[in-house]
């Protein structure tokens, strides 16, 4: 069971079991694969990398302006990730905020890549799925993603004193 705790000095204290840890490994190595397509016809790219503007021609201007920087953006969290998550084992480290984000940053990557391939909606997301659907792995996937998430942002946000 994923756990993201404060930890003193305001690290995030992340612990994997060697399960998800292997299906994290698995799921980086997927999104550093997608975040280094060309194929701008491909739907998850397209979503990774959404146009900035209704116009094709200021959509591509935008693109060439910022769009090596925000894949190398992606690529560095993608990368400071699977350092944090090493080649084997479970995974108990202390994360600095910057790295609390960008685990946020490929956790959330991740999702959009899962839920863009499965065309998920809200409806979908709701939904109980037989276990034999096809899907239905796909979609345990996704929330368990957003739970690690979910608990990673607990971590991060300080409760108000009472």
Request: proline share 4%; glycine share 6%; aromatic share 4%.
């Amino acid at each position: 069971m994923p756990s993201f705790k404060r930890a003193s000095g305001g690290a995030i204290r992340a612990r994997l079991d060697a399960r998800e840890t292997a299906l994290l490994r698995e799921l980086l190595g997927e999104l550093r694969t997608l975040l280094g397509a060309e194929i701008r016809a491909d739907p998850v790219v397209q979503r990774l990398f959404p146009d900035a503007h209704e116009s094709a021609e200021e959509a591509n201007a935008f693109r060439e302006l910022i769009g090596d920087d925000l894949a190398a953006a992606k690529r560095a969290a993608v990368a400071k990730v699977e350092t944090a998550v090493g080649s084997e084992g479970r995974v108990s480290t202390l994360l600095s905020e910057d790295d609390a984000a960008a685990w946020l940053t490929v956790l959330t990557d991740i999702r959009l890549a899962i839920g863009t391939r499965l065309e998920v909606t809200e409806e979908v997301m709701e939904e109980e799925l037989e276990p034999d659907d096809p899907r239905a792995a796909s979609l345990d996937v996704l929330h368990w993603l957003g739970w690690m998430q979910e608990l990673m942002l607990r971590a991060l946000t300080p409760l108000p004193e009472r």
